[in-house]
């Protein structure tokens, strides 16, 4: 590791007034694991349990996927480690489980398959439950949810699942369910679900792509694809506020995240956690070392005024650079 990223690893995330902002990564390959703990990584905040089901040519078995689990659960503890139950269907296709459609993003996919395929969600969340014993540091966290109904069935099976394993005979705990918010339906609902989930984490590639309704995969509408457009950024900030009205925890995943600039307005809004790929962690570490909280804050007030993506993407970089 070149000596520059090992002293950042060792230095927090907090900004010149004192204010620490925890930073997790997204993972999906093995390979992920060790590079975001080199990276100094608190914790996985997403991690995209559909990657390894991807290279492969059939579903993985409860032991296959325990073993891989439990390799991310220890290579972590005690810090935390979200996985997402899987998410497929939309842009993840699994070659083994064809799904055709004709507009896919609005189609059968993330939660809607795994509810509608019990046993595909049972095999993963046991082996999830299973990879978690002694660690406990597991944390599990739903795609693509829409509706309240969605919320209560999953959860319903998680406890099924652990109340089986104690059965069994495994010594189980009970981990934090979150929800992610990836489309419009769940951003009005956030204080219904805060309500009834451990935490909320905002999948904001998705959410971007479902409220400017531009596929985020078509380079045709690539330039509409605006995660700094106003709406986006309004949605942002009410669902952190709506999520810390039921005093959760609220993080974001989305590549959003990831860029500098848009991680300062993120801790401005409120945000809890940042969670972003390896590769960009230091960049956003020193971005958020350079500023204060104050300084966030004006710029989150000057971006709400804007109406225009580009204008605040450029408003961003400038802030950025006067920062140092
Ligand atoms: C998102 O939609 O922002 C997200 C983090 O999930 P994915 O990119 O895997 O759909
Ligand atoms: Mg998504």
Redesign the pocket.
Same mark, same amino acid.
Do not use: A
């Given at each position: 590791m070149a000596t520059e990223l090992q002293a950042l690893h060792d230095l927090p995330a907090i900004t010149t007034d004192g204010y620490r902002l925890p930073l997790w990564v997204?993972t999906g390959l093995a390979a992920d694991v060790a590079r975001s703990l080199e990276r100094g990584a608190e914790g996985i905040g997403?991690y995209?349990t559909e990657i390894p089901f991807m290279i492969r040519e059939s579903f993985p078995s409860e032991q296959e996927q325990l073993e891989s689990y439990r390799k991310q659960l220890e290579a972590f503890a005690p810090l935390p480690v979200t996985m997402r139950t899987l998410?497929i269907g939309g842009?993840?296709a699994l070659p083994y489980f064809p799904i055709d459609e004709e507009n896919p993003s609005l189609g059968w996919r993330g939660i809607r398959i795994t509810l509608d395929h019990p046993e595909i969600f049972m095999v993963q969340v046991r082996a999830m439950l299973r990879a978690s014993v002694g660690l406990n540091n597991l944390r599990i966290m739903l795609?693509m949810v829409t509706s309240v109904h969605e919320v209560e069935e999953a959860k319903r099976q998680i406890d099924r699942a652990c109340a089986e394993l104690r059965e069994e005979g495994y010594d189980v705990h009970a981990p934090p369910v979150g929800v992610?918010i !990836?489309v419009p339906a769940a951003v009005y609902q956030a204080r219904r679900f805060a309500r009834m989930v451990d935490f909320i984490s905002?999948?904001?590639?998705?959410?971007t792509q479902y409220l400017l309704a531009v596929d985020r995969n078509n380079p045709r509408v690539a330039g509409l694809y605006a995660p700094y457009h106003p709406a986006v950024l309004k949605a942002l900030d009410f669902i952190a506020h709506e999520a810390h009205k039921e005093r959760k925890h609220v993080s974001i995943?989305? !590549?959003i995240a990831a860029d500098p600039g848009g991680a300062l307005l993120l801790m401005a809004m409120g945000y809890d956690v940042l969670s972003v790929n390896a590769n960009n962690l230091p960049r956003v570490k020193c971005a958020i070392r350079g500023v204060s909280l104050e300084e966030a804050r004006h710029l989150l007030l000057k971006v709400r005024m804007m109406h225009d993506a580009e204008e605040i993407h450029q408003t961003l970089r400038q802030a950025l650079r006067a920062f140092g």
């Open positions: 997204n997403l995209r998410d842009d993840k795609p992610m !990836e905002v999948g904001s590639n998705d959410l995943c989305g !590549e």
